[in-house]
C-alpha cells in the first residue's frame, strides 16, 4: 500500500471539535499532537499503518519521497514500514493519529 490522502470532512474549513466527534462516532481511538510554526520533527519510522487526521493548521507530511500538503479536514493513511517527515506551516498544526487494526486494551 502507499500513502494516501482522502478527506475526513466535506467542509473546508473544518474544526478540531468536528474531528473530535468525527473520530468517536467511528470509535476510534486516537493520540493528539501538536506542532508549532514551521516545526520540522525529526523523520519517524512507522511500523505499523497509521492515519494521521489534520484538525486545525496546515502541514507537508513527506513519506515514501512524495510531500503531501494537508489542511483542517484532511487524513492521510500511511502504511507500516514507513519513515514519515513533518513540517508544520505558518500557524503549526494539531492532528489526530491512530492505528487502525490495534485492538486497544481496556
Not at 487526521?53 to 510531500?67: C, N, V
Request: with cysteine; charged share 25%; net charge negative.
Amino acid at each position: 500500500m502507499r500513502p494516501r490522502k482522502t478527506r475526513w470532512s466535506k467542509v473546508y474549513e473544518s474544526s478540531e471539535e468536528e474531528l473530535v466527534l468525527f473520530l468517536r462516532a467511528r470509535n476510534v481511538t486516537a493520540t493528539r499532537w501538536a506542532v508549532e510554526e514551521f516545526e520540522q520533527l525529526s523523520e519517524r519510522k512507522l511500523d505499523v499503518s497509521t492515519d494521521i487526521y489534520l484538525a486545525e493548521g496546515s502541514a507537508s507530511f513527506t513519506a515514501h519521497g512524495q510531500t503531501y500538503s494537508m489542511q483542517p479536514g484532511d487524513a492521510l493513511q500511511l502504511p507500516g514500514d514507513i519513515v514519515l517527515g513533518v513540517t508544520a506551516g505558518m500557524s503549526g498544526c494539531v492532528c489526530y493519529e491512530s492505528t487502525p487494526g490495534l485492538i486497544s486494551k481496556k
